[in-house]
């Protein structure tokens, strides 16, 4: 397989996001994320991305990897606490730090491809609004957006408004492994709701002010397979699928959350207002997918959504997430027919064993892991998927959230104690893939 084989727009890129990457608190106001990690237990190790890979000091290196790499584009994240103090007043020097990123990645000809919130949101709000559980918080984000918008909407023509808002909800307001740490179901869906809003005023806005641009918005994209041809178990495996795809995809080419679902959570209220869904199915230019693997499902009478996880017998990376590329075709082909929007992959990637090792990383098993999805996505696109792009996560080994720095994603490994990076096997063959090798 070959570079060529690929359409020849097709955009070949890789991505990071602020707060995993960028360190430099001292030029910021607190985000969730800053106060979640330095409470303990919260994180591995108590790690924390005070510094993390230091990428605010060192994007100018960090772009030079990207040239030498040979990279179409690059996706990453803004941090609203930096450009925004506390999210609401604009902080010049931080909204300076991206008018240089940006300018720096254009001078390299690589094209940025901005996500907005990646995780990272003002604690001010959070603390003083009630954060997303509050639905004045899409108001506070349009006016972000907007501001991102008039400041770098005349060079950068690619915006995703939101980065997983399954996370943010579910794993940080019911689960409780995300900040902010709650365990509370009914709140998690308010949070979802309000989220979703938020994407709608952003996009309404996005129009008004980068007339030329597109925009969409990055969900965690699972392949849902039941672990028996039991019919329990199939309609589990499809509720789970609802739950996590249908739910943040569903109402924004629909109008409306997926029925089965809705009419499944019997005890959650969802009491919305009708014009909701007006705001949050504004038209989009495509859907970011971030898929890496699948899940097994079973039915389970004790869980509140009747499902438990089953252990798939696939081999698995570092995240114990099973290596399953056919799934990745399966989501791109489903989502080409249910919702016919262009796509782009704005995340697939894996965790592994990475050693330094005389300086080298030899990671073959990330080289195969990345040929294999390359390989269900151009037969996604030769079966018709209207896919645009593809960004291997992640540029560099970075701060893993609750995992803290124990997982490395990174096609460049970085020496946290020396913040000296290296480029991986995975990082000289796509070099090598890049130049049609
Ligand atoms: C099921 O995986 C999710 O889609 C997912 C995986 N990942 C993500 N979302 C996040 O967008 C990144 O910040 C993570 O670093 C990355 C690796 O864990």
Redesign the pocket.
């Known amino acids: 397989m070959k570079r060529t084989d690929f359409p020849k727009e097709f955009k070949f890129g890789t991505a990071t ?1 602020s707060y ?1 990457i960028e360190g430099g608190i001292e030029d910021r106001s607190p985000s969730i994320w800053d106060e979640f990690s330095h409470t303990p237990g919260k994180t591995k190790n108590g790690d924390n991305g005070d510094v993390a890979c230091d990428h605010y000091h060192r994007y100018e290196e960090d772009i030079e990897i990207m040239k030498d790499i040979g990279v179409d584009a690059y996706r990453f994240s803004i941090s609203w606490p930096r450009v925004m103090t506390d999210g609401i007043k604009p902080n010049e020097k931080g909204i300076d730090f991206y008018q240089k990123l940006v300018d720096k990645l254009l001078e390299n000809n690589i094209t940025p491809f901005i996500t907005l919130y ?2 990272d949101l003002p604690l001010y709000l959070y603390k003083e609004k009630n954060g997303w559980l509050n639905p004045d918080i899409a108001n506070y984000f349009q006016d972000y957006a907007s501001l991102m918008f008039n400041k770098l909407g005349d060079r950068v023509k690619h915006w995703i408004t939101l ?2 808002p399954w ?1 943010s909800a579910f794993l940080g307001y019911f689960v409780g492994e995300h900040a902010p740490g709650h365990k509370d179901f009914q709140e998690s869906f308010y949070v979802a709701h309000n989220l979703l809003r938020s994407h709608g005023k952003a996009v309404i806005a996005f129009r008004d002010i980068v007339k030329d641009g597109k925009i969409g918005i990055t969900n ?3 392949k849902v397979e039941s672990l028996s041809n039991d019919e329990k178990d199939i309609q589990a495996a499809k509720l789970v699928d609802q739950y996590i795809n249908g739910w943040y995809h569903d109402p924004i080419v629909y109008g409306k959350y997926p029925e089965e679902a809705v009419n499944s959570l019997k005890n959650i209220k969802l009491d919305i207002p009708e014009n909701d869904f007006d705001i949050i199915s504004q038209t989009i230019d495509f859907f970011g997918v ?4 699948r899940q097994v499902i079973s039915y389970d009478e004790n869980h509140p959504l009747k499902f438990k996880h089953a252990e798939g017998p696939l081999p698995k990376t570092e ?1 114990g ?1 099973e290596i399953y590329p056919k799934g990745l075709y399966d989501k791109l082909v489903e989502f080409n027919n249910k919702y016919k929007l262009p796509l782009y992959i704005t ?1 697939n ?1 894996m ?1 592994g064993p990475d050693k330094l090792e005389n300086e080298q990383i030899h990671d073959d098993y990330r080289i195969n892991y990345i040929k294999d999805h390359f390989k269900s996505t151009l037969d996604a696109i030769k079966d018709g998927v209207d896919l645009r792009g593809y960004f291997i ?2 540029l560099m080994d ?1 701060f ?2 609750a995992h803290g720095y124990s ?1 490395r ?1 990174g096609l460049v490994y970085v020496d946290y104690n020396t913040q000296k990076r290296y480029l991986k096997d995975s990082a000289l063959w796509y070099k090598n893939f890049l130049l049609n090798k």
């Open positions: 996001a995993q990646h995780w980065n997983e996370c965690v994209v699972t971030n898929y890496y693997s995240m997430w995340e990637g965790a996560w992640s970075n893993e959230w997982k994603f």
